[in-house]
T-cell receptor
Framework: GAVVSQHPSRVICKSGTSVKIECRSL??????MFWYRQFPKKSLMLMAT?????????EQGVEKDKFLINHASLTLSTLTVTSAHPEDSSFYIC??????????FGPGTRLTVL | GENVEQHPSTLSVQEGDSAVIKCTYS??????FPWYKQELGKRPQLIIDIRSNVGEKKDQRIAVTLNKTAKHFSLHITETQPEDSAVYFCAASRASGTASKLTFGTGTRLQVTL
């Protein structure tokens, strides 16, 4: 399958700081990437759809000003968690759509906000 | 929007036995149904998928069946091995030529005991 990388794999930050997470498709171009959030022992919850060259589409209940998404190229999307708080601590995973709805996931970023 | 239900939430089988996980979906327009395996702290990995023009698909010990009329699909794992222990997620989407978002089930924790 296609390869998707994500960086960093873990981050610990203080409350009030911003954290940027990168998602890259390594061997294919992805017009669309998706950002998910996963709490312990829970399913993946879609946060937003990231479209190259245009604004992201956010799911209901996800604050677009708090979770900034930029999809500047066909291989890179970034998620910035602004003014992070302890309740933002979670496992953030991106995916890239290769063709026909098939999504391949990055390894995830575990965010801990102190 | 789409709603995907998944059962059971936990499943324990003895090594060598079969495991079956079932999902139902609500959107009759959904046409793509992937299954992902997620080990603790790792990314979800696509293990098999099926499209609505097919009723069954098999890949070695793994098979998926789809009943469009009843709007349910199932994952079958035969001759289970300890390395099959993981959380399995079903998902559904309206896949087209462009990217489509996945709606995930709540997950099934499979434990294969010796």
């Amino acid at each position: 399958g296609a390869v998707v990388s994500q960086h960093p794999s873990r981050v610990i930050c203080k409350s009030g700081t911003s954290v940027k997470i990168e998602c890259r498709s390594l061997d294919f171009q992805a017009t669309t990437m998706f950002w998910y959030r996963q709490f312990p022992k829970k399913s993946l919850m879609l946060m937003a759809t990231s479209n190259e060259g245009s604004k992201a589409t956010y799911e209901q209940g996800v604050e677009k000003d708090k979770f900034l998404i930029n999809h500047a190229s066909l291989t890179l999307s970034t998620l910035t968690v602004t003014s992070a708080h302890p309740e933002d601590s979670s496992f953030y995973i991106c995916s890239a759509d290769q063709l026909g709805g098939v999504q391949f996931f990055g390894p995830g970023t575990r965010l801990t906000v102190l | 929007g789409e709603n995907v239900e998944q059962h059971p939430s936990t499943l324990s089988v003895q090594e060598g036995d079969s495991a079956v996980i079932k999902c139902t979906y609500s959107d009759s327009a959904s046409n793509y149904f992937p299954w992902y395996k997620q080990e603790l702290g790792k990314r979800p990995q696509l293990i098999i998928d099926i499209r609505s023009n097919v009723g069954e698909k098999k890949d070695q010990r793994i098979a998926v069946t789809l009943n469009k009329t009843a709007k349910h699909f199932s994952l079958h794992i035969t001759e289970t091995q300890p390395e099959d222990s993981a959380v399995y997620f079903c998902a559904a989407s309206r896949a087209s030529g462009t990217a489509s978002k996945l709606t995930f089930g709540t997950g099934t924790r499979l434990q294969v005991t010796l």
